[in-house]
């Protein structure tokens, strides 16, 4: 079976706002504008090959749409990677997240993301990763400006978070995630170890890439948001590579 393997970087399109290889993250907005993932007072720092981004505090909300609210500083790739028929596509990277500031024992007050994004199925499979957790993450969402089609079994929306202790802060691991197109399975790995597996996905692909600085708390009936209250994040990401089995 043949293979090919990308090297996924080149983060100074970033610095130098050129949508070379990866762009600010957004989404259509109902009224025909665009929602953009990014703090205004963000530091990016590209070193060694990798990408650095800070955001001391959060600032940015929506107090009506979560999916709006969610994401406080996020890229997508210019490029999109699928597993070719009967094939793989794996995608491997480094990751290191600090949270300062965050609710104790509470990942999701603020975390450091990678997506593989299925724009056009509403398909999300990610890692999300705070000072001392990780969560695995497979969802079917209602993307902005996408009519994704109808699941044969389950929900049609749907987001399935799965935590894990083990980390350090600031520190970085290895993480894998590995969609089997022929098996019809979606894999996530953490340092070399398979944490999760999910069978009978269906068809996915192909999948943008995305990288983030999040929470996941839901606005409050009658006030809003409640994201942001003083906390923040630094992300860290290096050794992305796209892993292509089969043939093309």
Not at 13 to 18: C, D, L, N, R
Not at 88 to 93: G, I, P, R, Y
Not at 196 to 208: M, S, W, Y
């Amino acid at each position: 079976m043949a293979e090919e393997v990308i090297e996924v970087g080149d983060f100074g399109s970033i610095v130098m706002g050129e949508p070379t290889h990866w762009v600010p993250g957004s989404f259509p907005t109902p009224d025909g504008g665009s929602w953009v993932y990014q703090e205004p007072n963000a530091s990016v720092i590209v070193q060694n090959g990798g990408l650095i981004v800070s955001a001391l505090p959060f600032t940015r909300g929506n107090d009506h749409v979560q999916f709006f609210d969610n994401a406080k500083h996020m890229y997508f790739s210019t490029r999109a990677f699928g597993a070719p028929e009967g094939g793989k596509l794996t995608l491997e990277w480094e990751q290191a997240a600090r949270i300062v500031g965050a609710r104790p024992g509470d990942l999701y007050d603020g975390f450091v993301s990678f997506h593989l994004l299925d724009l056009a199925r509403g398909v999300a499979v990610n890692f999300f990763v705070g000072n001392d957790q990780f969560a695995t993450v497979h969802a079917h969402l209602p993307f902005p400006g996408t009519a994704p089609p109808p699941r044969a079994k389950g929900p049609k929306f749907f987001c399935w978070f799965e935590e894990r202790d083990g980390l350090e802060p600031g520190a970085f691991h290895a993480y894998a995630i590995c969609y089997d197109r022929a098996a019809g399975s979606l894999s996530w790995s953490h340092q070399g170890e398979l944490v999760k597996r999910a069978e009978n996905v269906g068809e996915l692909g192909p999948f943008t890439l995305a990288l983030g600085l999040m929470t996941e708390k839901d606005i409050a009936p009658g006030k809003g948001s409640v994201s942001c209250h003083g906390q923040g994040a630094v992300g860290k990401w290096r050794k992305i590579r796209a892993r292509i089995e089969g043939s093309r």
